[in-house]
T-cell receptor, first 112, second 115 residues
Framework: SQQGEEDPQALSIQEGENATMNCSYK?????LQWYRQNSGRGLVHLILIRSNEREKHSGRLRVTLDTSKKSSSLLITASRAADTASYFC????????????FGTGTRLKVLA | DTEVTQTPKHLVMGMTNKKSLKCEQH?????MYWYKQKAKKPPELMFVYSYEKLSINESVPSRFSPECPNSSLLNLHLHALQPEDSALYLC??????????????FGDGTRLSIL
């Protein structure tokens, strides 16, 4: 079963607006990563947050992690048409299986 | 441009054919991965190689056969595939397996269609 479930499944916003997507997971983790995938391309790493961190920023990206609720959110501020893509969270497992499991993904469409 | 190169970009094959997917990275990474991704779904892990040795096989059917000839190359040999195997096959690499606080670098994938 999927480690991460994301919502919403799809999100459509106007350019300049903020986009928030959420990821929930089931078991304890060491860290959580967010990836972007443009249509027909591979995944691109955006940001990694460790289990002992609560918030992290990278440019227009803000990621939060709440380990008590087993959830994370990705906020993209001042969105641009180029942000149109699918966004996936990926969680490891603290059980030491050395692999990441990807969430179901959010398809973001930013309208110009 | 991605730092992980996959060839071919597209592949159409019949169910009786034998073909291979190739992946190459020159970042000095010692962990390499194969994922399968269906449309509008997340990538699903197939295999993990660590220092050229297979460390994880996610119960993948034997019609998929991975090979890691050296630290820069990863192949996926295909034989007698089924129509449901049609998907985007992604290769990824990371510095080492076992240190999970590092990103994976993905290629752009091979779009595989089984007739």
């Amino acid at each position: 079963s999927q480690q991460g479930e994301e919502d919403p499944q799809a999100l459509s916003i106007q350019e300049g607006e903020n986009a928030t997507m959420n990821c929930s997971y089931k078991t304890s983790i060491n860290n959580l990563q967010w990836y972007r995938q443009n249509s027909g391309r591979g995944l691109v790493h955006l940001i990694l947050i460790r289990s002992n961190e609560r918030e992290k920023h990278s440019g227009r990206l803000r990621v939060t992690l709440d380990t008590s609720k087993k959830s994370s959110s990705l906020l993209i501020t001042a969105s641009r048409a180029a942000d149109t893509a699918s966004y996936f969270c990926a969680t490891d497992s603290s059980s030491g299986t050395y692999k990441y499991i990807f969430g179901t993904g959010t398809r973001l469409k930013v309208l110009a | 441009d991605t730092e992980v190169t996959q060839t071919p970009k597209h592949l159409v094959m019949g169910m009786t054919n034998k073909k291979s997917l190739k992946c190459e990275q020159h970042m000095g990474h010692r962990a390499m991965y194969w994922y399968k991704q269906k449309a509008k779904k997340p990538p699903e892990l197939m295999f993990v190689y660590s220092y050229e040795k297979l460390s994880i096989n996610e119960s993948v059917p034997s019609r998929f056969s991975p090979e890691c000839p050296n630290s820069s190359l990863l192949n996926l040999h295909l034989h007698a595939l089924q129509p449901e195997d049609s998907a985007l096959y992604l290769c990824a690499s990371s510095q080492v397996v076992g240190e999970l606080n590092q990103p994976q670098h993905f290629g752009d994938g091979t779009r595989l269609s089984i007739l």
